[in-house]
Nanobody, 123 residues
Framework: QVQLVESGGGLVQAGGSLRLSCEAS????????ITWFRQAPGKERDFVAA????????TYANSVKGRFTISRDNAKNTVYLHMNSLKPEDTAVYYC????????????????WGQGTQVTVSS
């Protein structure tokens, strides 16, 4: 089973940028779609973005379109989430998860989850 480790979170001012990384433990990483979710305190864990196995197809939540970009480097077993123009409402714990379908959204249908990385955007 693939293991995922997120990194890159931190504290940033509104309007700033961060790059999150999701590194996988297996060379079979390329069979997985990787999806980013986020969970703010007291709220549901929400979809942010997803990328297909080849990186050729990407999908985003409306709330981050035009500000966030998802990418992957299969040679490094890593998926990135580039976050620009950050807003206080982007504050959350960000998780990456592995599945085999780009349309997967139900949390129980993911093969693996990372432990999360905290992003805090100050106003």
């Amino acid at each position: 089973q693939v293991q995922l480790v997120e990194s890159g979170g931190g504290l940033v001012q509104a309007g700033g940028s961060l790059r999150l990384s999701c590194e996988a433990s297996l060379r079979t990483f390329t069979i997985y779609v990787i999806t980013w979710f986020r969970q703010a305190p007291g709220k549901e864990r929400d979809f942010v973005a997803a990328i297909s196995q080849s990186g050729g197809t990407k999908t985003y939540a409306n709330s981050v379109k035009g500000r966030f970009t998802i990418s992957r480097d299969n040679a490094k077993n890593t998926v990135y989430l580039h976050m620009n123009s950050l807003k206080p409402e982007d504050t959350a714990v960000y998780y990456c998860a592995a599945s085999t379908a780009l349309s997967t959204r139900s949390h129980g249908d993911f093969a693996s989850w990372g432990q999360g990385t905290q992003v805090t955007v100050s106003s």
